[in-house]
């Protein structure tokens, strides 16, 4: 069955902003971390930031420190990636990840579960 739903993609002009929801199931939800990664064309996928849902402690890659934002609301079993400033740089697929299985929280590989992804063009 689907565990995460992405939305909230769409294209801004650089300097805007834009708001990434991830909707989970309870099992993806309550797992441990439940983390943004984006993939641009021809690049590996890297992290962007993560939530540890059960202490509420966001994580960020040091080069979005500032930038980006995330949240979660429980009750809705939902993260919230808040992106501000955006650059063309910032162009990709975003994803959502849940149920981190070992290793470092930006690893990718270390996550079960993934969202379809919602694409975030930046114009400049």
């Known amino acids: 069955q689907v565990q995460l739903v992405e939305s909230g993609g769409g294209s801004v002009q650089a300097g805007g902003s834009l708001r990434l929801s991830c909707t989970a199931s309870e099992y993806a939800y309550s797992s441990n971390y439940m983390t943004w990664f984006r993939q641009a064309p021809g690049k590996e996928r890297e992290g962007v930031a993560s939530i540890y849902t059960r202490g509420r402690v966001p994580y960020y890659v040091d080069s979005l420190k500032g930038r980006f934002t995330a949240s979660q609301d429980d009750a809705k079993n939902t993260v919230y990636l808040q992106m501000n400033s955006l650059k063309p740089e910032d162009t990709a697929i975003y994803y959502c990840?849940?149920?981190?299985?070992?290793?470092?929280?930006?690893?990718?590989?270390?996550?079960?579960?993934w969202g379809q992804g919602t694409q975030v063009t930046v114009s400049s």
């Open positions: 990840a849940a149920d981190k299985t070992y290793g470092d929280r930006f690893d990718a590989t270390a996550y079960k579960v």
